[in-house]
């Protein structure tokens, strides 16, 4: 079964700074796809970023990028110059490629605080 | 094209009544995947199914909970006889397909509360 690990259960940064998430991942599988999740106040899940296992060029969605790491099974999520609206908790997933993938499998979350 | 939609929002129930929420997924999208969340923690898996199928249930608890997603209407997350630890957010995602590259699309969630 996979698992996916956050070791940071709170972060702080400050606004226009830059600070990156941990998340390692275990899967005996080769193919698959990761994802970060924010999760705001409202609770609504909101994907963040996504990156498929097969491709090694790191995924970047503006201030948003990944340092995905393969063969470490690592996948760390980097926010540059920071704002008050990145505040949130912030979900590393796994999920895996095969025809008949189902879930998605959640780390437990980093809350992202983020100082004026 | 309307997100997945969840009601209620908020449902709160005595011990030891049921528990009914519901999921409607985006248009078009027959594959619903039921997550708990409890406090502090990440997203559990619980159940998927497509129309009229349950296809993985790993995640559910054995005895109190089931779930249905019919022919016609919004998939049904139901508990019955609820306990205080079943209080939780629960959130329902849909995908168009089952593959890995399909992206799931989550509800705003419904919130438990069992006093």
């Known amino acids: 079964a996979q698992t996916v690990t956050q070791s940071q259960p709170e972060m702080s940064v400050q606004e226009a700074e830059t600070v990156t998430l941990s998340c390692t991942y275990d899967t005996s599988e080769s193919d698959y796809y990761l994802f970060w999740y924010k999760q705001p106040p409202s609770r609504q899940m909101i994907l963040v970023i996504r990156?498929?296992?097969?491709?090694?060029q790191n995924a970047t969605e503006n201030r948003f990028s990944v340092n995905f790491q393969k063969a470490a099974k690592s996948f760390s999520l980097k926010i540059s110059d920071s704002q008050l609206g990145d505040a949130a908790m912030y979900f590393c997933a796994y999920r895996s490629a095969n025809t008949n993938a189902g879930k998605s499998t959640f780390g437990d979350g980093t809350t992202l605080t983020v100082k004026p | 094209n309307a997100g997945v939609m969840q009601n209620p929002r908020h449902l709160v129930r005595r011990r030891g009544q049921e528990a009914r929420l519901r999921c409607s997924p985006m248009k078009g999208h027959s594959h619903v995947y039921w997550y708990r969340q409890l406090p502090e923690e990440g997203l559990k898996f619980m159940v998927y199914?497509?129309?009229?199928?349950?296809?993985?249930e790993s995640g559910m608890p054995k005895e109190r909970f089931s779930a249905e997603f019919p022919k016609e209407g919004p998939s049904i997350l139901r508990i019955q006889q609820v306990v205080r630890g079943d209080s939780a957010a629960y959130f329902c995602?849909?995908?168009?397909?089952?593959?890995?590259?399909?992206?799931?699309?989550f509800g705003p969630g419904t919130r438990l509360t069992v006093t």
């Open positions: 995602a849909s995908s168009l397909g089952t593959a890995g590259s399909y992206e799931q699309y």
């Open positions: 990156q498929e296992a097969y491709k090694q």
């Open positions: 199914l497509q129309k009229e199928n349950i296809i993985d």
